[in-house]
Structures are given as structure tokens and as C-alpha cells.
């Protein structure tokens, strides 16, 4: 089953390189060692799913790679020329020893580039064999898992084909070794009478460098696998949780006991970095891929629906508020459809006035705790509707606070039990000095003016 999700939300959550951005989610978790394994990690990002079958495969496809004590040697080089090569225009080489023996003199006496791109072509797939070979043989004694089964077997019967077996068991020690009917042949065999099966098995290649490089990531950076329930109650259980962009991030651990998350506390605290990693726990989780987390725990959902950096729409005559009225209606219309859902609203209704907000805000997160079979969380600057909703028992009631020194605020960016009462802002605004450099523009102004007169 497909995951709902719109670009608003893939926006809100910075997952694909954009112009003008420095970052994305793809790119802190794209180390695969392929432009094709890069390719496939891309397909992945952009297929979600509700299907908790399919994740638990993917799961234990890349566990199955932390556990190896091999790795497949992926060479980014080999890997482009072989590419290079398959899409060259002159006709393949025929198979047969006059036609090879033509070629070959033919090449040493007027040096041809394109047969110069065909011997590397085929020079390169052959280590590119050898490595699956040798790669194979290491994984020998493992269990490998049934959703992995089909394409090491597909690569294994690759392997022994009596073309290939054959030049695998004496491979050349560099391209110069290459006779001219082997070069011949093989080039036949991988544009001609072999062409899908190792068009085929390039992908299968690229899958198992995503897989791999998943499974280096999860080393490297301490990340986590998620761990799917079945249960029909809304599940999300975090344990030292951070946002990959973060160079020395402070960790949250957060397990929500309702179906509603009220989060309060003042600016820069942390409230919006915490509501786009949640976000994004959610999405990784139901592509099957690791999660900046020690441990989640999560059940399956339907979609995924954040605002959390709305644009106004000018084009379409729209102000802020009419856009986020709007965004509203969006998210109510696919409650309807998908049913179960994550929505995350970082600050309802921040473009129109302090008393329509208030009502708004109010109206929006009673209904919203009261539909059970999704998972809402709500940002707001707004202390009047968390103390209206206190007594809720549909709520839980989140904060991030400051703690003041010397008339200067600091950030601890822990979460925290309860609703923040903390008003910072002008603190803030004193502490940059704008009083002080409004006021000399002032007295500037009336020197200027006495000057004058």
C-alpha cells in the first residue's frame, strides 16, 4: 500500500537537494559507493509504503549486511566505464576468431577509440564479476534472508555460465592481457546475446550497494533500525533521537502516551527542529531505513502531512493565513481518505491576529485529539490554549524552555514535561541592542534637524 505524501511536507522536511539549499536528508544518507546504487537509494526515498511485510524485508536485508564480515568491493570507476560502455553506438563485435583477429590488427595498426572503450568495457566487467565472485564465496556460511535469496541467486547463476565461469577462473592482470577473440567474445556476450541478464545484473549490483551502505551508515553514525507493531492505537516510542543535520546534536528520548502532542516554549528553543525530526523518523521508518535514533518503535501509518515553513501564495492572490486556512482543509480532507495519518503543525495560524489565533488554534487541536487512529503534533506560541486544553486527557503536553543569564537567554534544546510559560522574546530583542541603536538614529535625527534650522 502507498504512503500519502505531498511536497509541502517533502519541503517542510528538506529529504531532496533543492537550489539554493546547502543540505538534504538524501544527501546525509547517500554514501553509497555507485552513481547506479545512488540512483536506486533515490528510487527508495521516494516510495514509501504502508506495508509492514515489505518493511520488515527490507530490515532484515540490510541487518543481514551488519552482520557480514565481507564486503563487496564496489569500485565508483569501474562502475562508470562499464556504464560508458554499454551505451557506446559502434556495432558489438562479432563472435568468431577471423572477424577478432580483424579487429585487432586493425586497432594496432590505426588506434580506434571506440574498440579502446569496448576492451576497457569488458576489462572492467570482468573485475566487476571477480568481486561478485569473491564476494559470494565470503557469505558463503551465512543465512541469508528469503527477500535476499532471489537476487544472490540470479548473480550466482550469472557467475556460472560457462562463458564466464570460464574467464573468471583466469582472470587478465590488466586490459593489455585481453586477447583480441577474448575481447571479441565477451563484448558479444554483454551487448548481444547476454544484454538484459547483465543489464539486470548491474542493478541487482546497485541494490546491494544501497543495502551495504546502509548498514555502514547505521556504524558510523549510531543509527537504528525501526522496530514495526502491529497495534491499531497510534505508536511512536524514540529513544536519543536527533536531526542528522546537526554536527553535535542534543538527543531526545519521547514516547507519546496519547494521539496528540502539544509542544510550547519560546523561540530558537528547539520546537522546530523537534517536530521535522519526528517527521522525518516517521518517513525513514516506512521506507525501511535507519533512523538517526538509538531505538524506535512504530507502528505502520498511512501517510504523513506536516506545515511547518508555509509560503505564502501570491500567484494565486492568497495572504498567510488564507494559506494556512487552506493547508487546514487539506488535512482534514485526508483524514477522510488515508485514514491514519502523522500530522505535524509547527505554530497554527501565526498570520492573523492574537485573538483569532487563540480560537482558531483551539477549535483546530479539540477536534484533532479527538480522532484517534492518527497522531498529531502542534507547535504553539499561544500559553491561553495550552492552559484552555490542560485538564485534556487526549493531550500530552511537551516544552522546550530557556534558562536566563544575565538578561541572556540559553538553550538546553531537552524536552520536557509540561507547557512553557516562558516569554523571551523581548529579552531577545534587548539583547541585540536595537533599543539602544534606534534611539542614537533618533538623536541623530534631531541633531540633523536643529542643524538646519
Do not use: W
Given at each position: 500500500?502507498?504512503?500519502?505524501?505531498?511536497?509541502?511536507?517533502?519541503?517542510?522536511?528538506?529529504?531532496?537537494?533543492?537550489r539554493?539549499?546547502?543540505?538534504?536528508?538524501f544527501?546525509?544518507?547517500?554514501?553509497?559507493?555507485?552513481?547506479?546504487?545512488?540512483?536506486?537509494?533515490?528510487?527508495?526515498?521516494?516510495?514509501?509504503?504502508?506495508?509492514?511485510?515489505?518493511?520488515?524485508?527490507?530490515?532484515?536485508?540490510?541487518?543481514?549486511?551488519?552482520?557480514?564480515?565481507?564486503?563487496?568491493?564496489?569500485?565508483?570507476?569501474?562502475?562508470?566505464?562499464?556504464?560508458?560502455?554499454?551505451?557506446?553506438?559502434?556495432?558489438?563485435?562479432?563472435?568468431?576468431?577471423?572477424?577478432?583477429?580483424?579487429?585487432?590488427?586493425?586497432?594496432?595498426?590505426?588506434?580506434?577509440?571506440?574498440?579502446?572503450?569496448?576492451?576497457?568495457?569488458?576489462?572492467?566487467?570482468?573485475?566487476?564479476?571477480s568481486?561478485?565472485?569473491e564476494?559470494?564465496?565470503?557469505?558463503?556460511?551465512?543465512?541469508?534472508?528469503?527477500?535476499?535469496?532471489?537476487?544472490?541467486?540470479?548473480?550466482g547463476?550469472?557467475?556460472?555460465?560457462?562463458?564466464?565461469?570460464?574467464?573468471?577462473?583466469?582472470?587478465p592482470?590488466?586490459?593489455?592481457?585481453?586477447?583480441?577473440?577474448?575481447?571479441?567474445?565477451?563484448?558479444?556476450?554483454?551487448?548481444?546475446?547476454?544484454?538484459?541478464?547483465?543489464?539486470?545484473?548491474?542493478?541487482?549490483?546497485?541494490e546491494l550497494?544501497?543495502?551495504?551502505?546502509?548498514?555502514?551508515?547505521?556504524?558510523?553514525?549510531?543509527?537504528?533500525?525501526?522496530?514495526?507493531?502491529?497495534?491499531?492505537?497510534?505508536?511512536?516510542?524514540?529513544?536519543?533521537?536527533?536531526?542528522?543535520?546537526?554536527?553535535?546534536?542534543?538527543?531526545?528520548?519521547?514516547?507519546?502516551?496519547?494521539?496528540?502532542?502539544?509542544?510550547?516554549?519560546?523561540?530558537?528553543?528547539?520546537?522546530?527542529?523537534f517536530?521535522?525530526?519526528?517527521?522525518?523518523?516517521?518517513?525513514?521508518?516506512?521506507?525501511?531505513?535507519?533512523?538517526?535514533?538509538?531505538?524506535?518503535?512504530?507502528?505502520?501509518?498511512?501517510?504523513?502531512?506536516?506545515?511547518?515553513?508555509?509560503?505564502?501564495?501570491?500567484?494565486?492572490?492568497?495572504?498567510h493565513?488564507?494559506?494556512?486556512?487552506k493547508?487546514?482543509?487539506?488535512?482534514?480532507?485526508?483524514?477522510?481518505?488515508h485514514?491514519?495519518l502523522?500530522?505535524?503543525?509547527?505554530?497554527l495560524?501565526?498570520?492573523?491576529?492574537?485573538?483569532?489565533?487563540?480560537?482558531?488554534?483551539?477549535?483546530?487541536?479539540?477536534?484533532?485529539?479527538?480522532?484517534?487512529?492518527?497522531?498529531f503534533?502542534?507547535?504553539?506560541?499561544?500559553?491561553?490554549?495550552?492552559?484552555?486544553l490542560?485538564?485534556?486527557?487526549?493531550?500530552?503536553?511537551?516544552c522546550?524552555?530557556?534558562?536566563?543569564?544575565?538578561?541572556?537567554?540559553?538553550?538546553?534544546?531537552?524536552?520536557?514535561?509540561?507547557?512553557?510559560?516562558?516569554?523571551?522574546?523581548?529579552?531577545?530583542?534587548?539583547?541585540?541592542?536595537?533599543?539602544?541603536?534606534?534611539?542614537?538614529?533618533?538623536?541623530?535625527?534631531?541633531?540633523?534637524t536643529?542643524?538646519?534650522?
Open positions: 500500500m502507498k504512503f500519502f505524501i505531498d511536497n509541502q511536507t517533502l519541503n517542510d522536511l528538506e529529504l531532496f537537494p533543492i539554493g539549499r546547502a543540505n538534504s536528508i544527501d546525509c544518507y547517500n554514501c553509497t559507493e555507485t552513481k547506479g546504487g545512488s540512483e536506486i537509494l533515490h528510487k527508495y526515498f521516494r516510495l514509501p509504503v504502508a506495508d509492514i511485510n515489505f518493511l520488515e524485508q527490507r530490515k532484515q536485508q540490510i541487518t543481514f549486511f551488519i552482520h557480514l564480515n565481507t564486503k563487496l568491493k564496489l569500485s565508483k570507476r569501474q562502475f562508470d566505464f562499464v556504464e560508458h560502455y554499454l551505451k557506446n553506438r559502434r556495432m558489438p563485435l562479432r563472435d568468431n576468431i577471423l572477424d577478432a583477429t580483424k579487429d585487432g590488427i586493425l586497432n594496432k595498426i590505426n588506434p580506434d577509440g571506440d574498440y579502446y572503450i569496448i576492451t576497457n568495457g569488458v576489462y572492467c566487467s570482468i573485475f566487476i564479476l568481486d561478485l565472485q564476494f559470494l564465496a565470503g557469505i558463503a556460511d551465512n543465512t541469508v534472508p528469503e527477500s535476499l535469496k532471489g537476487i544472490l541467486n540470479q548473480i547463476n550469472f557467475l556460472k555460465k560457462k562463458t564466464i565461469s570460464k574467464i573468471l577462473d583466469n582472470p592482470e590488466k586490459m593489455q592481457s585481453l586477447s583480441s577473440l577474448t575481447i571479441n567474445r565477451l563484448d558479444n556476450y554483454f551487448r548481444v546475446k547476454k544484454k538484459t541478464e547483465f543489464r539486470n545484473l548491474l542493478d541487482k549490483i546497485y550497494d544501497v543495502l551495504q551502505s546502509m548498514s555502514s551508515l547505521m556504524q558510523q553514525k549510531n543509527y537504528s533500525l525501526p522496530e514495526y507493531v502491529k497495534d491499531s492505537e497510534p505508536v511512536f516510542e524514540a529513544t536519543d533521537f536527533f536531526h542528522p543535520f546537526l554536527d553535535e546534536p542534543v538527543c531526545n528520548s519521547f514516547s507519546i502516551k496519547t494521539n496528540l502532542c502539544f509542544l510550547t516554549g519560546p523561540n530558537m528553543s528547539g520546537k522546530s527542529t517536530l521535522k525530526t519526528v517527521g522525518l523518523m516517521v518517513y525513514l521508518s516506512q521506507i525501511g531505513l535507519p533512523v538517526p535514533a538509538k531505538k524506535f518503535k512504530t507502528s505502520i501509518q498511512n501517510g504523513l502531512f506536516t506545515t511547518i515553513n508555509l509560503a505564502d501564495s501570491i500567484n494565486l492572490g492568497f495572504n493565513f488564507y494559506a494556512e486556512v493547508r487546514v482543509k487539506e488535512m482534514a480532507i485526508n483524514l477522510q481518505t485514514k491514519k502523522v500530522v505535524i503543525f509547527d505554530e495560524f501565526r498570520g492573523t491576529n492574537v485573538k483569532d489565533a487563540f480560537e482558531a488554534t483551539l477549535l483546530i487541536i479539540k477536534s484533532l485529539a479527538a480522532i484517534k487512529s492518527s497522531l503534533f502542534a507547535s504553539s506560541h499561544l500559553l491561553e490554549v495550552a492552559m484552555e490542560i485538564h485534556s486527557e487526549t493531550i500530552d503536553f511537551k522546550f524552555e530557556t534558562i536566563l543569564k544575565n538578561e541572556m537567554a540559553e538553550y538546553d534544546y531537552k524536552l520536557k514535561i509540561g507547557i512553557s510559560s516562558e516569554r523571551v522574546g523581548l529579552k531577545i530583542i534587548e539583547s541585540e541592542n536595537i533599543k539602544a541603536i534606534l534611539e542614537s538614529v533618533i538623536e541623530q535625527q534631531q541633531v540633523n536643529e542643524k538646519i534650522d
